[in-house]
Every structure is written in C-alpha cells, then in structure tokens.
Nanobody, 115 residues
C-alpha cells in the first residue's frame, strides 16, 4: 500500500525556518519523482517544489532561493527546507509521489507563520 506521511509542521515566526519530512512506503521510492504543494486558507493548492529521480529540482517563483527540496534514498524520505518564512506561507503542506500518471498524496502538515 502506497503511503506518504508528512511531519515537521508547526508554528514559526516570520523570518524563521522549518524542515518538513515526507516518509514514503509501499513503493520503490527511488523510481518516482516527488513534490511538495501547499494550500492556504481559502486558496487553491499551489505546487511549491518538485524533485526528479536524479535529484533535479524546480521551484515556484514565490519560494525560489528560500526553499530547498531534497530526498534521501536510504531513508525513503523527501524533505522541504523552508527558510525566511513569510506570513503568506501559512498553509497545509502536502507531499506527493508521481506514480505513472497519478499523484499520490499524503495527509499534509500544517505550517503557521505568525508573530
């Protein structure tokens, strides 16, 4: 059974940092691209970052230079390092595995950015 479990969300002040984790199981992690998306209150889901099987990455313009996506093949885990967080980054962050033509999602982890 394919499963993605996110963790690492929480409350952070503007300008702070968080690292989100996405633990994968039930599929061959190294064979599929991974991504992080977010959905803020009353907003549509936004793709934040994605990483290929060989480590190539892409970012939304809104986070480029501040967020870093990575993956650990030994731990079957994807990460999203978020620095210089802004209040508008407040959202539920979810990871996804691109398996074939389907995105499989985790349940998400909430990030609150407030002073």
């Amino acid at each position: 059974q394919v499963r993605l479990v996110e963790s690492g969300g929480g409350l952070v002040q503007p300008g702070g940092s968080l690292r989100l984790s996405c633990a994968a199981s039930g599929f061959t992690f190294r064979r599929y691209g991974m991504s992080w998306s977010r959905q803020g209150p009353g907003k549509a889901r936004e793709l934040v970052a994605k990483i290929t099987t060989t480590g190539g990455s892409n970012y939304a313009d809104s986070v480029a230079g501040r967020f870093t996506i990575s993956r650990d093949y030994d731990k079957n885990t994807a990460y999203l390092q978020m620095n210089s967080l802004k209040p508008k980054a407040e959202a539920v962050y979810s990871c996804a595995a691109r398996i074939g033509t389907t995105d499989v999602w985790g349940q998400g982890t909430r990030v609150n950015v407030t002073s």
